[in-house]
Every structure is written in C-alpha cells, then in structure tokens.
C-alpha cells in the first residue's frame, strides 16, 4: 500500500509564495519521476512541474521561473516553492510518483489527494 500525503496549501495573495509538499509513504522500493498537477476550477488537470529520479526537471510555460520543484530521496518526498503566484495559480494541485513497490513488481503512478491553492487579486 502507498499514500501520498500533500501539505503546505492555503489563501496567499498575489505576489505571495507558498511552498507544497508531498510525502510518499508504505512499501516502496523505488521512485522514479515525481511531478505536481493542478486542476484549476472548470478546467483539465494539468502538468505543473515534474523531476525524474537523477534530478532533471521540467516546468509548464506558465510557471517557469516562478516555481521550482525539487525532492528529497531519502524523505522519499517532493516539493514545489511556488513565488510570484498569481489568481490564474489558483487551483487544486495534486502530487503524483511513480513507484515500484517491490524488485519484482512493474512501475505504477500514485497520485495525492489533492491542497487547494487560492490567490487572491
């Protein structure tokens, strides 16, 4: 069984920052790519920020050189310092790892619950 727990989000105001974080926990025995989403109101869940196990990143267009990913290996947890936020930020943001639970077993995509983001104009 693996959860992943996701904190740190809130009401900031424009131009704020905040920082998320996304733990991963059970029985893990690798993770490759951990990334963040977000699901703005009405719209589709979107790509936001991802990073592979050696550390390479990749960020959506709307939020590069605001946000930055990165994790923790031996915390087997993920963040995002989100600066410079905007209302158009505004949004669920839901973390998500792929993770092989055993040597033996394939790779399989686990998703959070989701932290609300909201700021304010």
């Known amino acids: 069984q693996v959860q992943l727990v996701e904190s740190g989000g809130g009401l900031v105001q424009a131009g704020g920052s905040l920082r998320l974080s996304c733990a991963a926990s059970g029985t893990i025995f690798s993770i490759n790519a951990m990334g963040w989403y977000r699901q703005p109101p009405g719209k589709l869940r979107e790509l936001v920020a991802r990073?592979?196990?050696?550390?390479?990143?990749n960020y959506a267009d709307s939020v590069k050189g605001r946000f930055t990913i990165s994790r923790d290996n031996a915390k087997n947890t993920v963040y995002l310092q989100m600066n410079s936020l905007k209302p158009e930020d505004t949004a669920v943001y839901y973390c998500n790892a792929v993770i092989q639970t055993h040597r033996s077993s394939v790779m399989f995509m686990y998703w959070g619950q989701g932290t609300q983001v909201t700021v304010s104009s």
């Open positions: 990073i592979t196990s050696d550390g390479s990143t």
